[in-house]
Structure formats: structure tokens, C-alpha cells
């Protein structure tokens, strides 16, 4: 139904409704001067360009409720970007859908968070969730800490133990770090996602499992499987739907809530009243952050500790590497080039959590080659 002409602060207007099925959305509006009559065929005009714009208007619209209701649902995702708006709708999507999910993002991005997310949202949210981190498997417990076993078994095995699969039977396991499973883990732990039952260590029968799997590395699993380290039917058991997490450094709008909430958090825990300047803000969010969002919480922290009880927390509290006081100095060469080194091991150690493996293959030297330079370096 139109509405108008109307003269409306010294103009014409003539409004439609745009409407898309038995439901209006918005109106469009035009204006003219007093001076001018609108023309007679106006009404038509709009009425066809509002049946046009109908179903954008209407995917523009879900899109902010869906994005409304992923920031509702999931709080602890702090962020303004659109990045991480877009984490939300795959974390929500992702929960709705009862297969395997792969997040994918380096190393303190998150990915435990999201994990948990996606149980807290999913049909299975009243049941358990239970995460491991591979890395820290040895490769001979793999089997007892995945699928259990039964007493007398090996050597330390008094008593019978159910395993991490049946202790998320009808929720949600989280396996973090996937890469770091060895070949034969991974075969092992194909066979229980495919038939969905496992026989524990020292058993003969098999045991039925409904666990909902979600997984996490901190790099690409393609490339994984093309030099030969993971398995390519594994990858394929896993990778049904991915969430890529970006690192911190690619969405920096999202530094300064992100210190605001981790500061709130240590503030109170340290017992400080004092609050962050707009020099602190700023350094932040020009750092690059190596660590991603865990070493954004630990700065924090630390900076928490060292504010004073009430005031404004200054940026010479923050670390030298953030304040860009880690800027080379050296009048030689030789002191200039050892300092940017120095950094350069920091930040790629930084990046892989802490793996000197990682962190050689990403330096593009040796592992025994990385552990000299940081000997030379003077780094632990």
C-alpha cells in the first residue's frame, strides 16, 4: 500500500513497503522538492524496484539476526571483525550438523574455545566434553588414553580403565594438535571412526561409540598428507566441515576488546583498580602478535601485575617487544644482525606454540641447526 504524496519537512515523499512473501521488511522511500510534484507512474516505479530489492533486503536482514544470535550464543568469541563474525556463523552452523568438524588456525588462536563452542551449541551440549592434546600422547599410551583398557593388560594396568572415546560417548571429543598422532595412531583411530566401535587394550570384543568428533591443527593437513605424515582417508573421515580461525594479526580492530576483556579478567584476579590508557591500546593493537590471542592473555596478565593499585596503566609497562623499544640500536653490524635474528627465532617459536621442529621447518633449517643458533642466541 502507498503511502503518500506527503509533504514531509519541505519535501514530497512517496514511500512503498518491500515486502518478500506475507511479511513486509522495510519501506522505500523518494523525495522530492516542494516545487515539484512527484510524476504519475512513481507509484508503479517503486513498487517493481521494491519486489527487486525484496529478497536482498531480506538476505541482508537474516544475515544480522544470524549474527545477532551467533554473538548472543557465543560470548567468549570476543571480536568485532568481520572475521570473527564469520567464525561465529560456522560455529553455529557447524553445531546445528551432526558431523566431524576440522578447525583449522595457528597456535593460541583459539581453537579450544571454538571446540567448546560447538559443544555448548549442538544437540549434545548436556552431555560430556572431552579433549587431549596428541602432541602430548606418546606414541605407546595413544591407544590406552583414546580407547582404554582392560586390567593386567601391560605392565601398570591394575585396574580397568574406559578411554577418552567412551567417556564422550553421546557428546563431543576434542583432539587437538591431530598432525602429532603417529601413523599408526591414526590408523587406529580410523577404524573406530569408521565402524563406530573400539576394542580396548587387552580385550577381545569390540564396544559401540556415539561421539561426536572435533578436531584441530595448527597447519595444513594437505600438506600433511602430500609428505606423508598424515593419512589421506583419516583427512577425509575428519575434514567434513572446517572452521578456519585467522590469526590475530590479520583482524587487529580486534585487539583493543580483546584487552579490555582479558584486562578486566587479570585486573580483578591481581587486585588493581587501575585502567588502561589509550597508549596502551594503541601499542597493542600495532603489535603483530606472534602467540595470537594466548599471548595477548598472558601479556595482560603480567601487566596486571605490575599496574599500580588505582590510576592509569602507562605503555612503559608493556613489554620492550611491543613498544617497538626492540627496534635495532646496534651501531655494528654484527650486534644489529644478532638482534634481528634473535627476534626473528622469537617470533617463529612463537607461532609453532613453543615446537622447535615446527619452528626449524618454518626458519627453513634443521632442528640441530635451530637449537645452535639458539645457543648462540643466548635462548632457552
Known amino acids: 500500500m502507498r503511502v503518500g504524496p506527503e509533504c514531509v519537512d519541505g519535501a514530497w515523499e512517496v514511500a512503498v513497503p518491500i515486502r518478500f512473501g506475507p511479511r513486509t521488511l522495510a519501506a522505500l522511500t523518494c523525495r522530492w522538492p516542494i516545487g515539484r510534484m512527484p510524476p504519475s507512474e512513481i507509484e508503479s516505479l517503486l513498487e517493481i524496484t521494491a519486489a527487486i530489492a525484496a529478497p536482498r533486503v531480506e538476505a541482508l536482514l537474516a544475515g544480522k539476526v544470524e549474527i545477532a544470535r551467533a554473538a548472543e550464543a557465543m560470548p567468549q568469541l570476543v571480536g568485532v571483525s568481520d572475521a570473527v563474525g564469520d567464525v561465529r556463523r560456522a560455529v553455529a552452523r557447524a553445531a546445528a550438523a551432526p558431523f566431524s568438524v576440522l578447525i583449522e588456525g595457528e597456535s593460541g588462536v583459539g581453537k579450544e574455545l571454538i571446540a567448546r563452542a560447538i559443544h555448548q551449541l549442538s544437540p549434545r551440549r548436556d552431555r560430556r566434553f572431552c579433549d587431549v592434546n596428541c602432541a602430548a600422547l606418546p606414541d ?12 593386567g593388560s601391560f605392565t601398570g594396568a591394575v585396574a580397568e580403565r574406559r578411554g577418552l572415546f567412551e567417556e564422550a560417548h553421546g557428546g ?3 583432539l587437538d594438535e591431530m598432525p602429532d598422532l603417529s601413523l599408526r595412531a591414526q590408523a587406529k583411530l580410523l577404524r573406530v571412526i569408521q565402524q563406530g566401535e573400539l576394542r580396548r587394550v587387552g580385550e577381545s570384543f569390540t564396544r559401540k561409540v556415539d561421539v561426536r568428533l572435533v578436531t584441530a591443527t595448527n597447519r595444513p593437513l594437505g600438506r600433511e598428507v602430500t609428505e606423508g605424515r598424515f593419512r589421506q582417508d583419516l583427512l577425509y573421515r575428519i575434514d567434513v566441515i572446517r572452521v578456519q580461525v585467522p590469526p590475530l594479526r590479520e583482524r587487529p580492530e580486534d585487539v583493543p576488546p580483546l584487552a579490555r576483556h582479558f584486562w578486566t579478567a587479570a585486573a580483578e584476579r591481581a587486585g588493581t583498580q587501575a585502567v588502561l590508557s589509550h597508549g596502551v591500546i594503541a601499542d597493542l593493537a600495532r603489535y603483530h602478535w606472534p602467540g595470537n590471542v594466548r599471548e595477548l592473555q598472558n601479556v595482560m596478565a603480567a601487566l596486571a601485575v605490575a599496574a599500580p593499585a588505582r590510576g592509569m596503566v602507562r605503555a612503559s609497562l608493556l613489554p620492550a617487544a611491543i613498544t617497538g623499544a ?34 626449524a621447518a618454518h626458519l627453513g633449517v634443521t632442528r640441530q641447526g635451530l637449537l645452535k643458533l639458539m645457543a648462540r642466541l643466548g635462548l632457552e
Open 172 to 174: 563431543t571429543l576434542f
Open 140 to 151: 605407546d599410551l595413544v591407544e590406552s588414553e583414546l580407547f582404554g583398557h582392560a586390567r
Open 326 to 359: 626492540t627496534a635495532v640500536t646496534a651501531a655494528r653490524l654484527a650486534d644489529a644482525r644478532r638482534q634481528f635474528e634473535r627476534r626473528f627465532v622469537e617470533v617463529a617459536l612463537a607461532r609453532t606454540g613453543g615446537s622447535r621442529t615446527r619452528a
